[in-house]
């Protein structure tokens, strides 16, 4: 008999993609460092169920992301990135929009002025754009390219694919960097406005990274379970790890829906856990898949010593190796969520291969040799695609017979 799948095939049209976010772990709880009062919200979203919103009066308000390995040494991830972003409110004041750091220190930024203007800097060589934005209160796409030019040099931004500024010079761009800051920063004074930010993926090479929308995959079945349990006690796992936003509480209190546990001291301790399909989330045969990424949420239950993991996408695609990580980065026993949770991500794999109809699976794998307790509280697959796919990849039906 013979087995018929379609597969999405695309050949790769960028640079190597490290990160995907479309806020739609619905809580500031997604990202490490927080600077002002931004917020997560479902009300105003250009795609998914949530987008950031930044709102202050006279303060900043963004996020910040870091990549932390096991043992906390930071990976270097961030070169260019692309966002969408909504005015509903101008900035009152010169501020950063995007960024790209190491550990506190701006190396790059995006920066709109209280013009609309958008000036690309890296705090010494800037370009300014003669366009404006304005507060029209739609969606749109901001692209950022550094070091576009021959020998790795230069930034440069498009608004709707048309670029706006450029500048050819900076050696910034020649490096690769370990913190993404996403949201409103100001620079001399604080900010007041109202801007929201959605869809956002970024690269560790030069590229202009395109359109696209990010959805979250989430846990809709067990596939393997190991030595994991709920948090009762549960053999059932994927009702602990599918909650938007997740729900986990202090060890002592936790249960069979808050969080999973395992205090296997195998060193390949792995949890598998079913998604739904890209179908599901909505992703036709006409679209085209950029890039997808594994993400889970965790922490540690007792402060008696390192609990390490992986993190990887196990299938569909296939080819993966996990991502190392300290369990709540080993800052201390979890408490009610957000309280010491720490959210971790997996490597990134552009253009993938997979099956549309077919489920992925999303692993975290204890790996220390201690009986002490690792928690989960959720796991989940960004993909980031573009509907209709653009015309510089290739799409094809392919037809497996086994």
């Avoid at 900035?91 to 690309?120: E, H, P």
């Avoid at 901001?142 to 931004?157: A, L, S, T």
């Amino acid at each position: 008999m013979k087995l018929l799948a379609l597969l999405l095939l695309c050949l790769p049209a960028w640079g190597a993609h490290t990160y995907i976010t479309g806020f739609e772990m619905g809580s500031l709880g997604e990202f490490p460092v927080i600077g002002g009062f931004p917020s997560i919200q479902g009300t105003t979203v250009r795609t998914g169920a949530f987008a950031l919103q930044v709102n202050p009066t006279a303060t900043d308000g963004f996020v910040r992301v870091r990549s932390l390995a096991a043992g906390g040494a930071e990976r270097n991830l961030f070169r260019s990135a692309r966002m969408y972003m909504r005015i509903a409110t101008m900035v009152d004041t010169d501020s950063i929009i995007l960024a790209i750091l190491d550990g506190a220190n701006y190396k790059q930024r995006i920066i709109l002025l209280s013009t609309g203007a958008l000036r690309v800097s890296d705090g010494t060589v800037t370009a300014t754009s003669t366009n404006l934005l304005t507060a029209d209160n739609q969606w749109h796409l901001i692209e950022w390219d550094n070091g576009w030019n021959v020998g790795g040099v230069g930034m440069r931004v498009k608004v709707d694919s048309v670029e706006w500024a450029s500048e050819a010079t900076s050696t910034v761009p020649t490096s690769v960097f370990n913190t993404l800051q996403i949201g409103v920063g100001g620079i001399a004074t604080f900010p007041t406005c109202n801007i929201y930010f959605d869809d956002t993926i970024a690269s560790d090479s030069s590229a202009y990274l395109g359109a696209g929308q990010a959805i979250l995959l989430r846990p809709i079945s067990d596939n393997t379970d190991g030595a994991w349990v709920g948090g009762g006690g549960g053999t059932s796992l994927f009702p602990a790890v599918d909650n938007i936003p997740p729900v986990g509480v202090a060890e002592a209190s936790d249960t069979d829906t808050s969080q999973i546990n395992s205090a296997s001291k195998s060193g390949t301790d792995a949890v598998i856990i079913n998604t739904q399909s890209y179908t599901t989330g909505g992703i036709g045969a006409s679209d085209t898949i950029n890039a997808v990424m594994a993400i889970c949420n965790d922490g540690e239950g007792i402060n008696t010593g390192t609990k390490t993991g992986t993190v990887r996408i196990q299938a569909n695609p296939s080819g993966q190796t996990g991502q190392s990580f300290d369990f709540g980065d080993n800052v201390g026993d979890i408490d009610t969520f957000p309280t010491r949770w720490r959210t971790h991500i997996g490597p990134v794999t552009a253009s993938p291969s997979v099956t549309l109809g077919n489920s992925p699976t999303v692993e975290v794998v204890k790996t220390d040799t201690t009986t002490r307790t690792a928690h989960a509280d959720f796991m989940g697959i960004y993909v980031d695609y573009t509907p209709g796919g653009p015309a510089s990849t290739v799409r094809r039906r392919v037809t497996i017979v086994p």
